[in-house]
C-alpha cells in the first residue's frame, strides 16, 4: 500500500459536520418550514439560507451568497443536508454540482483535490461563523440574531 496515499479523516470529519449543526442550529428558526429564507448582512454583501426540503430527521438547505464576490465568478452555493437526530450537517454539494464522494484519486478529470468534501465541510463551518460573528440579520426588524 502506498504510504502518501490519502485516508479520511473521520473524527476530524464529524467534528465539522457537529459544529456545522451546532451554528445553524444558532441561526435557523425552530419553526423554519421549506420555502422559508433567511437573510444575512455579512459586510457589502448578503448570506442567503434557504430551506429547500424539511422531513422529521433530516432537512435540505441550501446556503449561497447574494451577488458574486467578482463580476468573472458564479456565485458560490452550497447545498446542506442536515441530520437532525445525528446532530450533524453536511455538505452535499457546491454550485449545483452532484454529490461529493469522499475522496478522489489525484489527478483527476474534474481536478477535485482528494480532500474535497472535507475542505467544503470546513468552509461552510468558515460561512456560518461569519454570519454568527458579524452578521446582521435582514429579516429581523431589530436586526438581532436570536441565539
Known amino acids: 500500500m502506498d504510504k502518501h496515499q490519502y485516508r ?6 464529524l467534528a465539522d459536520c ?5 451554528r445553524l442550529q444558532k441561526l435557523l428558526p425552530a419553526d423554519a418550514a421549506a420555502g422559508d429564507c433567511l437573510r444575512f448582512a455579512v459586510a457589502a454583501n448578503a448570506v ?3 430551506i429547500k426540503e424539511r422531513a422529521p430527521y433530516t432537512t435540505m438547505i441550501e446556503l449561497c451568497l447574494e451577488k458574486p464576490l467578482f463580476a468573472e465568478l458564479p456565485v ?3 447545498q446542506v443536508r442536515i441530520y437532525h437526530d445525528a446532530s450533524l450537517a453536511e455538505v452535499m454539494g457546491a454550485r449545483g454540482l452532484r454529490p461529493v464522494k469522499p475522496r478522489y484519486t489525484y489527478p483527476n478529470v474534474a481536478m477535485y483535490h482528494r480532500d474535497e468534501k472535507a ?3 470546513r468552509y461552510l463551518g468558515e460561512w456560518l461563523s461569519l454570519c454568527l460573528s458579524h452578521g446582521r440579520s435582514l429579516d429581523n426588524p431589530l436586526n438581532i440574531l436570536e441565539i
Open 76 to 78: 458560490p452555493s452550497l
Open 119 to 121: 475542505q467544503q465541510n
Open 48 to 50: 442567503e439560507l434557504r
Open 18 to 22: 457537529e459544529m456545522n449543526f451546532r
Open 8 to 13: 479520511i479523516d473521520l473524527n476530524g470529519h
